[in-house]
Nanobody
Framework: EVQLVESGGGLVQAGGSLRLSCAAS????????IGWLRQAPGKEREGVSC????????YYADSVKGRFTISRDNAKNTVYLQMNSLKREDTAVYSC??????????????WGQGTQVTVSS
């Protein structure tokens, strides 16, 4: 059974930090690019960051560049999203997703349930 399980969300004050984790199982983790996406109430889902399966190339939305860092530990089948200097507009449900191959472009094959991140002023 394929599973992507997010953790690490919560309530944090603006300017604070959180680290999200995405633990994967049920598929060959090394063969997949992993992305983080978020959806705020009343807004469309947007891609936040993605990391390739091959050379570890990372991609970021302009809104999070310089504040968020994505990384992966293939030995643990886990991807992390370190979020620093959080802003109120980062408040959303954050989900991780897996896409077979090295590219971060295209449709994702598997999705997690999401974890809530709330940034207060």
């Amino acid at each position: 059974e394929v599973q992507l399980v997010e953790s690490g969300g919560g309530l944090v004050q603006a300017g604070g930090s959180l680290r999200l984790s995405c633990a994967a199982s049920g598929f060959t983790f090394d063969d997949y690019a992993i992305g983080w996406l978020r959806q705020a109430p009343g807004k469309e889902r947007e891609g936040v960051s993605c990391i390739s399966n091959s050379d570890g190339s990372a991609y970021y939305a302009d809104s999070v560049k310089g504040r968020f860092t994505i990384s992966r530990d293939n030995a643990k089948n886990t991807v992390y999203l370190q979020m620093n200097s959080l802003k109120r507009e980062d408040t959303a449900v954050y989900s991780c997703a897996a896409r077979e191959g090295s590219s971060c472009k295209g449709v994702y094959d598997y999705w997690g349930q999401g974890t809530q991140v709330t940034v207060s002023s």
